[in-house]
């Protein structure tokens, strides 16, 4: 746990930072009269060799008036001391330093809480943006009437540096995704499902139904705000055009981890978070939609089951 003030290489800023029970925050320094269209927020841990890409994609949009939250979830490589230097660079980003590492849900809800824009966008701190991304989706989200809006995406295969393909065929159209379609979609034996859009939301219609991420969730973060936005009655419209980069965990040509610290995904915790939403849901929700709830998360139970087993063998295997 970090107990004392983050160092920064202008000890005039450091003494800037106002100290929360679990974080640091650098003012914010645009005026207050600014007009923001939409906050973008990365959270970050130990990303040190992917920050400033994710960074400049998000500062270089043709969309100028945004503001950008990073959040250093506690890391102890050189990712604070980047981060410094990027807001006294550029007063569009502010920085919140958590004091011990909680994850990026509860980074996610910090960000949310001092975010000032129309709009909500998420950018994983090993992703990127292609430069229209906002101003394409903000346009399309305000012609729809929509709360949230979200776009084909990018596979890249970091190790290998290579893009190695879209989510899904890339096109021009834009549709509305429905709650059925959402449920269906997200099937957890694809490679890819719906719950792993990096979707754009309304920060009203967010703070009036009172949306928040699942803070002890490990994975599935994306997947558990998206069911959160219908079981509010949001409206989300998707675009088959697509401008976000990701960063696949376990790159399909390299067959190496994208990063050192990646690990399998925790389908347990997954599971029963999602089993709670079956539980205290089960009274709002159509049985059929219920049904397709129940349906995924007896194929992330059979996922835990096979990746247990998997776990098993290899450690028989280990002299």
């Not at 991304?133 to 290579?162: C, H, M, S």
């Not at 219908?230 to 055009?241: E, F, P, S």
């Not at 610290?261 to 089960?282: D, G, L, P, T, V």
Request: with cysteine; glycine share 6%.
């Amino acid at each position: 746990m970090l107990t004392d003030k983050p160092d920064a290489m202008d000890e005039a800023f450091a003494m800037t930072l106002a100290e929360e029970a679990d974080f640091w925050l650098t003012p914010s320094r645009l005026p207050a009269s600014a007009k923001i269209s939409v906050s973008v927020v990365i959270p970050t841990f130990g990303a040190e060799a992917t920050l400033m890409r994710a960074i400049r994609s998000a500062l270089g949009q043709t969309l100028r008036d945004i503001e950008l939250i990073i959040v250093d979830d506690a890391s102890t490589d050189a990712s604070w001391q980047l981060i410094t230097d990027m807001v006294m660079a550029d007063p569009r980003i502010r920085a919140i330093r958590h004091k011990q590492n909680r994850g990026k849900p509860v980074a996610m809800n910090n960000a949310i809480a001092i975010a000032g824009g129309r709009w909500l966008a998420v950018l994983d701190a090993d992703d990127w943006y292609h430069r229209d991304r906002l101003a394409t989706l903000i346009e399309i989200g305000e012609k729809w009437r929509a709360d949230l809006v979200a776009d084909n995406q990018f596979f890249y295969d970091g190790p290998a540096d290579l893009v190695v393909g879209t989510a899904w065929p890339s096109g021009t159209a834009s549709w509305e995704l429905s709650f059925d379609d959402f449920l269906v979609g997200s099937n957890a034996y694809e490679t890819f499902n719906l719950g792993m859009l990096k979707p754009v939301l309304r920060l009203d219609f967010m703070r009036k139904a009172g949306l928040a991420y699942e803070e002890t969730a490990r994975h599935g973060q994306d997947f558990f705000h998206m069911l959160q936005f219908y079981l509010a009655g949001g409206r989300a419209v998707i675009d088959d055009t697509p401008y976000y980069y990701y960063t696949q965990p376990f790159g399909v040509i390299s067959h190496r981890w994208s990063h050192l610290a990646r690990k399998r995904y925790n389908f347990q915790n997954a599971y029963e978070i999602n089993q709670r939403y079956i539980c205290e849901k089960s009274n709002n929700i159509p049985p059929h939609k219920l049904n397709k709830l129940k349906l995924r998360n007896k194929k992330i139970k059979n996922l835990e089951y096979y990746y247990c087993a998997k776990d098993a063998m290899l450690q028989k295997k280990c002299p």
